[in-house]
Nanobody
């Protein structure tokens, strides 16, 4: 499975961005899809996850109420809508996928995209 993330960029605080991650390869539509982020000097942080059916999305505490994860299985694409962005949201955002149950632990994810940089200016 290959993952290709896009949509990052520079935005002012309070603004919005939508990230996309396209999955390709065998059984890509049956995967749990997630987003993580990593700021310089920090560990990789869980952002959001969504199951194959699209039900029961999970969010990290720092993004609840501001970010929304969704997926389009027909397009093998997962999205991350980010609203009310803050400077502390600045990071490289990675999409990840795994055929097992959703988890916030990065070490359990098998497939990773290359990352897309989000910069939020104050």
């Amino acid at each position: 499975v290959q993952l290709q993330a896009s949509g990052g960029g520079l935005v002012q605080a309070g603004g919005s961005l939508r990230l996309s991650c396209v999955a390709s390869g065998r059984a890509s539509s049956r995967l749990v899809m997630s987003w993580f982020r990593q700021a310089p000097g920090n560990e990789r942080e869980f952002v959001a996850a969504i199951t194959w059916s699209g039900g029961m999305p999970y969010y990290g505490d720092s993004v609840k109420g501001r970010f929304t994860i969704s997926r389009d299985n027909a397009e093998n694409t997962v999205y991350l809508q980010m609203n009310s962005l803050k400077p502390e949201d600045t990071a490289v955002y990675y999409c990840a996928a795994d055929p097992r149950l959703p988890t916030m632990a990065a070490k359990y994810y098998t497939y990773w995209g290359q990352g897309t940089l989000v910069t939020v200016s104050s």
